[in-house]
């Protein structure tokens, strides 16, 4: 695998995607790669992107902001 400048490497536990909402439904991987794509398509910094990653998260799971 080879890095380029600006690029990041994630690591993220399977608990992540495998978080349930109040329904029963799978975060999933696709809910996990679309919070990405939102974040670079808004250009975010790093701190910015944990947060959005962290925001879609705790709205997934129907928890308050």
Do not use: C, V
Request: net charge negative; proline share 2%; no cysteine.
């Amino acid at each position: 695998m080879t890095f380029g400048l600006g690029d990041r490497l994630f690591m993220i536990s399977d608990g992540y995607w495998e978080q349930e909402n109040w329904k029963g439904i799978l975060l999933g991987g696709i809910k996990l790669l679309s919070s990405f794509e939102s974040a670079k398509s808004l250009d975010l910094n790093l701190a910015d992107t944990i947060t959005l990653l962290m925001d879609a998260f705790h709205s997934f799971r129907g928890e308050p902001l």
